[in-house]
C-alpha cells in the first residue's frame, strides 16, 4: 500500500521528474512512507534529501532557546527554500502535543522569525517554481488523538486518500473536475454570507480566485478556496471543531469581525493562547483564505487540520497569511485555518441560497 502512496505522491500530485531536488520531511515513524518515497523518486531521475523532524527535539529548541536563537532566521533553511523544485511533507508525529508546555510567547516569537520563508514559499507556490504536498502517515500519536485505533486510523487515511480505490490517480480526476465546476461558479462571486447556528458572517470575494485543491497540494484533498478582501469581513463566526496550532487546542472559538478584522475573540478553552496568536503580527487579525470541504469520504473530525478542512458539509476560515495566487494580499506569519460544519447551515451568495445541508446545490454547479 505505501508503494501505492508512493507513486500517487510523485506522479500525482507533484510530478517528479528528472534533475528535480526532492525534499522529504517526516519523523522517523514513516519510514514505511518514506522508503517508498526515495525509491518512487530515483525511478523517476530526481535526487532525494531526507530531512528527519522530531518532536522532542522541537520541544528541546523552544524550551532551552534563548530569545536571539528564537530570532534567528537561517540561511541555510532560507536556501533550501529558495531552490528547492519539490517539497513533500509528511505529517507523522510520535506525540500530537510537544509544545504543550512551551510558553505561547516563545512560539509567536519563533513564527516571526520565520516569516521570511513562509513569504517565500507563498511567491514560489503562487509563480508555480514550486511543487509540493503535505500529506499525512498514520503513527499511533495521530490515531490516539483522533479516538481511533491504530488500524482503524490506518483505514481512515487511506480512504481519505482514495488508496482503497484501484486506482487513486484516476479518483482524484474525477474529483478535480468536480470541484472545478464549483470554483468557476464562486470565481462568478461578488459577496457571500455564512449562516448558521450562532453565526452570520459575510466577505466580499469579487476579483479574488477560487483554487481548486484536488489533492496537488494537499494529499488529501477535496476543497476550493480563496483569499477574502481583507477589509470586508464583518459579522461573527463560532467554529464547531477545537481549532489546534502546534499541539495546543482551542476550543469553542467565536470571533467577531468588523471591517476585516478580528475585535473580539473568545474561546470555551484556551482563549489566552488564541489572543496571544491574534497579536503575532497585523495580519494575523485578518482572514487570509475562505474554503469549503468537499470530500465526503472524510466525516470525522481528527484534530488533524489536514484531514478536517476537507470534511464534507464544511467551511473554514484561516487567520492570516493569504496564499498570493487567490489574489489575497494578506501579510502574517501565522496561517491558522478553524474548521466549522455547516450540515446545518446555508450559504448565500449575492444574496441567492446556493448551500444548504453541507451541500452545494445541484442547480448552481450543473
Known sequence: MYRKFAKLLTDYCTGVRK???????????????????????????????????????SEIFYRYADEDLLRHYSKIEETI??????????????HTKPLASVDPVKIKIRSQARRKLTEIFMKRDAEGSLRWVATAYPTNALA?????????????????????????????VNQAEWQERIANFLNKVSELRIVSEDTDLTLRVDGRIWINDDGKNNMPGGEVFTGPHEDSTEGYVTFTYPAVWRGVEVEGVKLVFKRGAVVE??????????KRMLETDEGARRLGEAAFGLNYDIKRYTKEILFDEKIGGTIHLALGASYPKTGGKNVSAIHWDMVKDMRKGKVYADGDLIYEGGKFLEDVIS
Not at 531552490?83 to 511533507?89: E, N, P, R
Open 81 to 94: 527554500y529558495e531552490l528547492g523544485d519539490v517539497f513533500i511533507s509528511i505529517i507523522s508525529p510520535t
Open 265 to 274: 475573540a473568545h474561546a470555551i478553552k484556551g482563549e489566552e493562547f488564541l
Open 144 to 172: 490516539q488523538e483522533a479516538g481511533m485505533s491504530p488500524l482503524e486510523y490506518e483505514e481512515f487515511v487511506f480512504k481519505a486518500l482514495k488508496l482503497h480505490k484501484e486506482d487513486p490517480i484516476a479518483e482524484w
Open 19 to 57: 534533475g528535480d531536488e526532492v525534499f522529504i520531511n517526516a519523523s522517523f515513524a514513516a519510514y514505511p512512507l518514506v522508503r517508498e518515497l526515495w525509491r518512487a523518486v530515483v525511478e523517476r531521475g530526481g535526487y532525494p534529501f531526507f530531512n528527519p523532524r522530531d518532536d522532542v527535539l
